[in-house]
């Protein structure tokens, strides 16, 4: 008896766990948002390195109209389903950025997509957006959200950034983010 236990818990043990599978994004919140940054992580094929870590988020229009302003955020909260329930997965998110992109003056970095990797797990929700922090990250035109799970995208909604004449004239000449 004692040697079938350990065989049946062998055989447990070495059973593989059971793989996440992400079937679908429920859109629970998009739209304009406010939110205080309480971090910052590191996302090297993100604008700038670097993805913002929020807290206090609080949607406050539902549009994908997107004034060009400092400061101004807007993404969309995701609810994750899948199986099989609280399982630890990863999400690509890219925001492909309308052309000619968006160039970072101090080091010239010239970007036309940001894409970082989102830890969450099935049954969560998480907050994928973009904010404008600097004047050089304001483009107007459409902002794609992609959300992708391995080879397969999830998610993809638009954002459409417009009024460039109300953004400061530096950040309007030629060749910068905002023409």
């Not at 670097?50 to 539902?62: A, H, I, P």
């Not at 907050?127 to 990250?137: I, N, S």
Request: some cysteine; glycine content about 8%.
């Amino acid at each position: 008896m004692a040697r079938w236990l350990v065989c049946v818990l062998a055989v447990l043990l070495a059973a593989p766990a059971a793989a996440a599978d992400v079937s679908a994004l429920s859109v629970v919140e998009f739209g304009l948002f406010r939110a205080r940054t309480i971090g910052h992580m590191p996302a090297p094929q993100a604008v700038d390195e670097r993805t913002n870590k929020l807290g206090d988020v609080v949607f406050y229009s539902q549009t994908t109209k997107v004034p060009a302003r400092l400061g101004i955020r807007f993404g969309t909260r995701l609810r994750i389903l899948g199986a099989p329930a609280s399982r630890a997965v990863t999400l690509r998110a890219i925001w492909r950025i309308p052309e000619p992109g968006i160039v970072k003056p101090e080091t010239g970095t010239h970007y036309r997509q940001s894409i970082s990797d989102i830890a969450t797990s099935i049954g969560a929700t998480t907050l994928l957006g973009y904010g404008f922090d600097e004047p050089w990250e304001i483009r107007c035109g459409d902002w794609t959200q992609e959300v992708w799970f391995g080879d397969r995208k999830l998610l993809s909604q638009t954002f459409t950034v417009e009024d460039c004449a109300g953004v400061p004239i530096s950040a309007r000449e030629a060749g910068s983010a905002a023409t």
